[in-house]
Structure formats: structure tokens, C-alpha cells
């Protein structure tokens, strides 16, 4: 059965500080592979998304990059982390399964 | 672009009725899928329920069930025999495909009483 692992479930960073979120997924191939964004009450906000290695489109400009160096992994990354990067960011594969999400906090 | 409507933030019931979130969408697509999300304080996204557009029978997992009335571009989710775990927010979303990105509401939260 298919699996998706993300790490790690919580984080806090000082501002200015970089930033690397893993997303895997297991059992399967080629999969379509998404990152979004919830602030604290809100809905989801997509941020990325990939259907294939090296393969990677943005939907909100903003101080994030993405990376698929392999072809069930997905990578979220920042240089330099800013406050209003404080949220809970969640990786989807095949568009509806979630894996268990990061609670980002900037300090 | 599609746009996702929740108009109930906050909804309350009592342990062992029944409730209905409501949910509105914007498409212009003849084919889609809709999803309902349960998302506890543990903040895991669940996935409730799915309907694919071009069935006309509403979905229904358990005491789960929707209302999908594509015309009138509502769907909204039925929790018969509501539980005290059954609190938390749910989300309505929708896929222009089965393996694309979503759109999301902004919500319901659900608090059941006991």
C-alpha cells in the first residue's frame, strides 16, 4: 500500500536561519506531488507542485523553494527564513493524500 | 479559477444528531472531484469522503454522507449519529482531476456536545 512520510512533525527556527522539509512516498511510482501552507484557522494554500524529477511549479511567489531530486521525494526549502514563514505545512500526493504535516514556527 | 465556499465557520451539535456543513463551489468544468476533510487538533488532514462529478449517486462512508446537487454547484456532508471524536474542522475542497491540486474552504469548525 502506498505511504507518505514527512518530517520532521515540528521545528523552530530563528529568522534568518535556512530551512529543509523532506516529503516520501512509498508503494508507488511517478506520483504527483504537492506542498501546501495553512495558517492557523485558514485553509490550505498550494504552494508547489511536481509530476516529475527536477519537475517543479509555484503557485505563490514568496521567500520558499522547491526541489524533487528523486522521483518519491519532495523538498521544501528557504535561505532565509522570515516570521510570516511560521505555519503548518503539509505534503500531498496524488492531490488528496496528506502525510502528517510540520508546525514551522519562526523566531 | 475554481473557488471553494464554506459559509458556516463554527457549528455545534449535540452527541447522537445529525448535522449538515454546507459547501459551494465555482467551475466552469463538466468533470471534477469534491472532497470533505476532517482535520482534529492533531492538525492530520483525513480524508472523509469523495465524490466524482459524474456520478449522480451521493457518496456515503458510514454515518458519513453527502448532498452533492452539481446544478446548484453545492455539496455539503451529513454526520448522522454524531460522536464527541467527531469534533473538528472540516474542510471542502475541490479537484479539477483525481490527481491534481486542490482548492480549499476556509472551514467549519464542528464542536459536539455531549
Known amino acids: 500500500s502506498q505511504t507518505i512520510h514527512q518530517w520532521p512533525a515540528t521545528l523552530v527556527q530563528p529568522v534568518g536561519s535556512p530551512l529543509s522539509l523532506e516529503c516520501t512516498v512509498e508503494?508507488?511510482?511517478?506520483?504527483?506531488l504537492y506542498w501546501y501552507r495553512q495558517a492557523a484557522g485558514r485553509g490550505l494554500q498550494l504552494l508547489f507542485y511536481s509530476v516529475g524529477i527536477g519537475q517543479i511549479s509555484s503557485e505563490v511567489p514568496q521567500n520558499l523553494s522547491a526541489s524533487r531530486p528523486q522521483d518519491r521525494q519532495f523538498i521544501l526549502s528557504s535561505k532565509k527564513l522570515l516570521l510570516s514563514d511560521s505555519g503548518f505545512y503539509l505534503c500531498a500526493w496524488n492531490g488528496y493524500t496528506f502525510g502528517s504535516g510540520t508546525r514551522l514556527t519562526v523566531v | 479559477a475554481q473557488t471553494v465556499t464554506q459559509s458556516q465557520p463554527e457549528m455545534s451539535v449535540q452527541e447522537a444528531e445529525t448535522v449538515t456543513l454546507s459547501c459551494t463551489y465555482d467551475?466552469?468544468?463538466?468533470?471534477?472531484?469534491l472532497f470533505w476533510y476532517k482535520q482534529p487538533p492533531s492538525r492530520q488532514m483525513i480524508l472523509v469522503i469523495r465524490?466524482?462529478?459524474?456520478?449522480?449517486q451521493n457518496a456515503t462512508e458510514n454515518r458519513f454522507s453527502v448532498n452533492f446537487q452539481k446544478a446548484a454547484k453545492s455539496f455539503s456532508l451529513k454526520i448522522s449519529d454524531s460522536q464527541l471524536g467527531d469534533t473538528a474542522m472540516y474542510f471542502c475542497a475541490f479537484g479539477e482531476t483525481s490527481g491534481s491540486r486542490l482548492t480549499f474552504g476556509e472551514g467549519t469548525q464542528l464542536t459536539v456536545n455531549p
Open positions: 467551475t466552469s468544468e463538466n468533470n471534477y472531484y
Open positions: 508503494g508507488t511510482s511517478n506520483p504527483n
Open positions: 465524490q466524482e462529478a459524474y456520478k449522480q
